[in-house]
């Protein structure tokens, strides 16, 4: 069964920095276009970031140049390296599976609070 | 950036019902690159439909997707009490990828 578990989260000041994980079962993360999405408290879905190999990955505005998107194949995880964080950047991150330009597998999330 | 917008907001309905859900792009979405997910509280989203039209595995044939170029139409002809959720389309045809801002269906 395809599954993906993020974790990393949790309270970080602001200008902090933070490293979320996303361990991947049931298919290998280096044959497939993998992103992060996150969703600010009560407010609706934003792309973050996307990569498919390391020439290929590309990033919101609202991230470039804080925001990391990496992959250890070996490992079968994902990662999103975050820093200088705002309070703008508190949100659930979701870590994705895309397929076709859709994001077909989702995980649970993991809750980034950016606050002093 | 394609700017998409979903109307209505919230959508009120009794089970049974048939609901139509819009997504409007400000540009054309190229190749059909379009998606919508459903997400109930506390949970992550689901895929419903991509590439305009097609569903989803495992999601059952209430849900449809339709349109092309800059519109684009959700129905679920005859909702079920599980169906009460919201909706985001998506886009990916061109960077960065989007999503609207959302339709709420409740039960009436």
């Known amino acids: 069964e395809v599954h993906l578990v993020e974790s990393g989260g949790g309270l970080i000041q602001p200008g902090g920095s933070l490293r979320l994980s996303c361990a991947a079962s049931?298919?290998?993360?280096?044959?497939?276009?993998m992103s992060w999405v996150r969703q600010a408290p009560g407010k609706g879905l934003e792309w973050v970031s996307i990569?498919?190999?390391?020439?290929?990955?590309f990033y919101a505005d609202s991230v470039k140049d804080r925001f990391t998107i990496s992959r250890d194949n070996s490992k079968n995880i994902m990662y999103l390296e975050m820093s200088s964080l705002r309070a703008e950047d508190t949100a659930v991150y979701y870590c994705?599976?895309?397929?076709?330009?859709?994001?077909?597998?989702w995980g649970q999330g993991t809750v980034v609070t950016v606050s002093s | 950036e394609i700017v998409l917008t979903q109307s209505p907001g919230t959508l009120s309905l009794s089970p049974g019902e048939r609901a139509t859900l819009s997504c409007r792009a400000s540009q054309r979405v190229s190749s059909n690159y379009l998606a919508w997910y459903q997400q109930k509280p506390g949970q992550a989203p689901r895929l419903l439909i991509y590439?305009?039209?097609s569903r989803a595995t495992g999601i059952p044939d209430r849900f449809s997707g339709s349109g092309s170029g800059t519109d684009f139409t959700l129905t679920i002809s005859r909702l079920e009490p599980e169906d009460f959720a919201v909706y985001y389309c998506?886009?990916?045809?061109?960077?960065?990828?989007?999503f609207g801002q959302g339709t709420r269906v409740e039960i009436k």
């Open positions: 998506q886009q990916s045809g061109s960077s960065p990828w989007t």
């Open positions: 994705v599976r895309v397929t076709g330009g859709a994001f077909d597998i």
């Open positions: 590439g305009a039209s």
């Open positions: 990569t498919y190999s390391d020439s290929y990955t």
């Open positions: 049931g298919f290998t993360v280096s044959s497939q276009f």
